[in-house]
């Protein structure tokens, strides 16, 4: 017995540092290069520790909520984002002068992985060898050239705004998804577009990048912005982590960019492939066909994952809704205050709400938009339920209090079930509207047919959007059979009871 608690002793003295390491969360933003980056992050850290990734969590704002909320512990960033759109520096400072500044906020960064990423203009060769253009001032002399810039870029403190004043650019661009503009350039539908300097297809499709003329944009040094505490949560796998500094040159970047767009190999396997060391990713054929994708392993977590968002978001949404609704049609002076509250949280964009409660909830992922997509159901449920009551006949009140019921059982014996048809419509149309919405859920973290629509996305695939969009469609329509068939239930229920005699 003493020899098996010596063993048992030593053994435990000799567990590896994973053991005593903190999970740690790495995040990425909605563009290829960033998802890349997060899973070698979390692949190197998954050596040591439990590592998550949680890939495509929309633009610069949202993710860095998402750090600062402690719902992620660090995500692939560049230098000059940080100086400009996270600090607001109005010139642009050096490391130390961030260090310091992020440290206020409980945030550092490090590890320069050994390539820069800089935002440029760019235009197909043809159209710019055509007009004489090799430098973003020569834009000025073209002002009814069509620019199609990403949604992003037109809002950064680094980007349009300050771009077009630079340069007295007096074009009205239009706002395009990164991952759909290569295909618009080319195309001919736009003529102007911004780009990232590591991305794949500037040369694949033969474009021009502009000369910054004025040196406008900063430097966009790839980093690594991360949770202070981080390092001390999980020491070994930041360790790990650390040692990415400098192994990711320009070429390699590149590279990796094109296997995932133009090669058709997986995120996961292009970082498995880095982290092993290997020269190059290991060979794929071209992206597997539709049937493939819709069919693929991750189906059933995903459906999983959408079906839960939507059925407990519309039942919370009832046991919201449904008080309420009866609030507003039993007492007057509350209808227009509830009708006009629901209404507005209706308005609000899903992206913009879904964003703003990660600070208040602290945290990504399901909380954040189960909470959304509750507030999103709220109006055709409360709307109905309102409806409902008032439609039922003025004497039908009178015979329950004839009956001597109360308030409470007049409500739920004889009102609430004659109200039920137009109640269950209402819910019908709150069901349709989550599966729809939850979709964008994908975009904080919170899984779903999303995160294949935000693959799609981030790498213009078309087949890999309708492997995710086909199934959230599919499960519209069902929702909707399945209410409708409850509805024409509810509809004949009254004609097969017998009459009293």
């Known amino acids: 017995m003493r020899a098996c608690a010596l063993a048992l002793v030593l053994a435990a003295m000799?567990?590896?540092?994973?053991?005593?390491?903190?999970p740690l969360t790495v995040g990425s933003k909605r563009f290829t290069e960033s998802y890349i980056l997060g899973e070698i992050v979390a692949q190197t850290a998954a050596r040591h520790t439990r590592a998550e990734h949680k890939p495509g969590l929309g633009n610069t704002a949202v993710v860095l909520e998402a750090l600062k909320a402690g719902a992620i512990d660090v995500y692939p960033e560049y230098l000059g984002t940080i100086d400009a759109e996270i600090l607001k520096n109005?010139?642009?400072?050096?490391?130390?002068?961030?260090?310091?500044?992020?440290?206020?906020?409980g945030l550092g960064v490090g590890v320069p992985l050994g390539f820069q990423?800089?935002?440029?203009?760019?235009?197909?060769?043809?159209?710019?060898t055509a007009l004489g253009v090799r430098r973003i001032g020569d834009?000025?002399?073209?002002?009814?050239?069509?620019?199609?810039l990403s949604h992003e870029f037109?809002?950064?403190?680094?980007?349009?705004?300050?771009?077009?004043?630079?340069?007295r650019l007096p074009h009205q661009p239009t706002g395009i998804d990164h991952g759909i503009a290569y295909e618009a350039l080319a195309s001919g539908r736009i003529a102007v577009t911004d780009i990232y300097s590591t991305d794949a297809k500037i040369a694949s499709l033969g474009l021009t990048v502009l000369d910054d003329d004025a040196q406008y944009f900063p430097r966009y040094d790839a980093v690594l912005l991360y949770r202070l505490d981080a390092a001390d949560r999980a020491p070994a796998a930041w360790r790990a982590i650390a040692a990415l500094e400098g192994r990711i040159p320009p070429a390699r970047m590149i590279a990796m960019n094109g296997d995932a767009e133009l090669r058709g190999q997986t995120f996961q396997a292009i970082a498995?492939?880095?982290?092993?060391?290997?020269d190059v990713a290991p060979a794929a054929p071209a992206r597997s066909g539709f049937w493939a994708r819709l069919f693929a392993d991750d189906l059933p977590r995903l459906t999983g994952q959408h079906l839960t968002l939507v059925l407990v978001s519309v039942t919370a949404a009832l046991v919201i809704g449904v008080p309420l609704g009866t609030l507003a049609a039993q007492r007057p002076a509350f209808e227009q205050p509830v009708m006009a509250v629901v209404?507005?949280?209706?308005?609000?964009?899903?992206?913009?709400?879904?964003?703003?409660?990660?600070?208040?909830?602290?945290?990504?992922g399901t909380a954040p938009a189960l909470v959304a997509l509750t507030l999103y159901a709220l109006l055709p449920?409360?709307?109905?339920?309102?409806?409902?009551?008032?439609?039922?006949p003025p004497g039908i009140h009178d015979a329950a209090l004839a009956l001597g019921l109360k308030p409470w059982q007049r409500w739920r014996l004889v009102e609430l079930p004659l109200a039920m048809p137009v109640i269950v419509a209402g819910v019908k149309t709150a069901a349709v509207i989550s599966v729809g919405t939850a979709t964008i859920a994908a975009f904080i973290g919170a899984g779903g047919y999303g995160e294949r629509i935000a693959t799609g996305l981030a790498l213009n695939d078309h087949a890999t959007l309708l492997a995710g969009a086909l199934p959230a469609a599919a499960m519209a329509l069902l929702t909707q059979a399945l209410f409708e068939w409850l509805e024409r239930r509810l509809a004949r229920r009254p004609a097969q009871r017998p009459a009293r005699q």
């Not at 109005?90 to 906020?105: E, F, G």
């Open 14 to 22: 000799c567990v590896p540092a994973r053991a005593t390491d903190a």
């Open 90 to 105: 109005p010139q642009p400072t050096d490391l130390a002068t961030m260090r310091r500044q992020l440290a206020a906020i």
């Open 117 to 128: 990423n800089t935002y440029a203009l760019a235009m197909t060769s043809e159209r710019a």
């Open 139 to 148: 834009l000025a002399k073209h002002p009814d050239l069509v620019f199609g």
């Open 154 to 167: 037109l809002g950064r403190a680094d980007g349009w705004p300050g771009l077009a004043a630079r340069y």
């Open 272 to 278: 498995k492939a880095f982290v092993a060391q290997a």
């Open 343 to 364: 209404g507005v949280l209706q308005t609000v964009p899903s992206l913009a709400l879904f964003a703003m409660l990660i600070p208040l909830l602290g945290r990504i």
């Open 381 to 392: 449920i409360v709307r109905n339920v309102h409806a409902g009551l008032r439609e039922i």
